[in-house]
């Protein structure tokens, strides 16, 4: 069974906008087939943008986040050492920090990642396309 990790950006288009979301991305959520997964990293950039004032949640970060976790039943990924040190070994073609955590978790992971990010769509990793728009150009490799 196919485990998928999710971008910070399709997790919060699930709870504030999903109208943003594909119909893949949307099945995902809705029928649960397959685990889901959210990462530590998700949760470090959601406080991260929090304390800067770049997101608004209904409630602070420590209470928001772990109680949608377990009430959509989205499992956690921890940060280990071997996440943290692949990001060294995955090509520029992305420089945002929490995006290349990601990568190399769901790679290491073997997970999907449900993204919306085209900037993604460049590195060895199975996607699943989140965004409702089609990527805008075609993906170079697909697992």
Known sequence: MRRTLIDTECWLWWHFSPERLGVEAMALFEERRSPL??????????????????????????????????EDSIDPLSIEHAHALRVARLPPHHSDPFDRLLIAQAQLERCALLTADARLLDYDLELVWGGRQSPPRPRRRRR
Not at 38 to 67: H, M, Q, Y
Request: a negative charge; aromatic letters at 6%; zero cysteines.
């Open 37 to 70: 997964l959210l990462s530590a990293a998700s949760s470090w950039e959601i406080a991260t943008k929090v304390a800067l004032g770049k997101l608004e949640l209904p409630a602070p970060p420590d209470r928001f986040v772990p109680e949608q976790l377990a």
